[in-house]
């Protein structure tokens, strides 16, 4: 079987009890959860029982022994998770306000993860892999956006294959080195996968169809746009497959695009036809908003079969 490899932030996420504004006052929370969307991608990919594993650093302390156990435990090879001696895990507080967006505060820049680079251990594992996936969220710094680079380069040489999901802020375009970091992600990437309207960072079209075939012509083998409670959509050179989304109750949005994400990868790693492909992924996202807590709602194929037949619908 294919095997995996992503870079990446580990954090622990903690979360306020009921909804609001900011973080200004005392409020209830609930934590710490592993968290950190390259980690819930290959948790997700693990549970799947598809071979992958994680370049990212922890701090020595309970939060980082928490997360590696969490992902050892469902599969993930944590041989490239690097234990930093001084500095802390990182961290990310988040509240939902009413209307259901977000207020976060990350620590993550300043946290172990600046560490994350190419060790002696990263090597090894982009050398036992055959497909890289890359997080646009996860160009934080220069020695994972150098690492990136060189995996690419290893991966793709020997003929591997990448994904690409850009999940970036418009406000990290202007960090530096981040255009040329997605620019070499893009021109490397088999399988691109924005949300909505991301893919338009990418394209100089404006209208959808135009973006994916401006995409297409330039080599890339499929797109895959998410669109949330609505579903997603791909898109080769021999067409266009659309999938709805599951009717669920959206409890906790977090980590749904990288559930599906990894979801996705896998089936597309195992041959399997788009459609059914987006099925299993519509079912993994479904999954993960209907549960609290980041990485909580990741599932292994047996649950994922489970939800699809409740719902009416197979594998
Ligand atoms: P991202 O978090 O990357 O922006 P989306 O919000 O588009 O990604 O969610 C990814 C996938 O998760 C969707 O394509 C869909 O399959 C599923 N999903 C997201 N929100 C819902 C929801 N409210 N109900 C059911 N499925 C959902």
Redesign the pocket.
């Known amino acids: 079987m294919k095997k995996i490899v992503t870079f990446g932030e580990i954090v622990v996420e903690i979360m306020a009890l009921e909804p609001g504004e900011g973080f200004k006052k005392a409020i209830p929370l609930i934590g710490p959860f592993p968290s950190g969307a390259p980690a819930i991608f290959i948790d997700q990919a693990a549970k799947m029982g598809q071979p992958g594993g994680l370049v990212s650093a922890v701090g020595n302390d309970d939060f980082g022994a928490l997360n590696i156990e969490r992902l050892r435990r469902d599969g993930v090879d944590v041989s490239a998770i690097l234990v930093h001696p001084t500095a802390a895990t990182g961290s990310a507080f988040v509240r939902y306000r009413p209307d259901g967006e977000r207020d976060f505060i990350f620590n993550i820049r300043h946290s172990a993860c600046s560490a994350i680079g190419l060790t002696a251990d990263a090597e090894k594992l982009i050398e036992s892999a055959d497909h890289l996936h890359i997080m646009g969220s996860a160009l934080f710094s220069d020695g994972i956006v150098a690492a990136i680079h060189e995996a690419t380069v290893r991966i793709k040489a020997r003929g591997g294959t990448v994904s690409f ?1 850009p ?1 970036i802020r418009k406000e990290m375009l202007d960090l530096p080195g981040m255009r040329q970091a997605l620019a070499h992600a893009l021109e490397n990437t088999d399988l691109f996968m924005p ?2 309207a991301e893919i338009f960072l990418f394209t100089k079209a404006t209208e959808e169809k135009a973006a994916v075939d401006e995409l297409l012509a330039r080599g890339i083998k499929a797109v895959v746009i ?7 959509s791909y898109f080769d050179r021999a067409g266009e497959v659309f999938s709805p ?4 109750e ?1 409890v906790d ?1 977090t ?7 990894a979801a996705f990868v896998t089936c597309w790693l195992r041959g399997m036809e788009p459609a059914a492909a987006l099925r299993i ?2 079912a ?3 999954r ?3 549960v609290k807590g980041p990485m909580e709602g990741t599932s292994t194929m047996a649950e994922i079969e489970a939800f699809l037949e409740a719902q009416g619908a197979s594998a």
């Open positions: 999901d999940n949300s909505g998410k669109r949330g409670a609505e579903g997603a989304a599951f009717k669920v959206e949005p980590g749904a695009g990288d559930s599906f994400g992924a519509n993994a996202g479904a993960a908003v209907s």
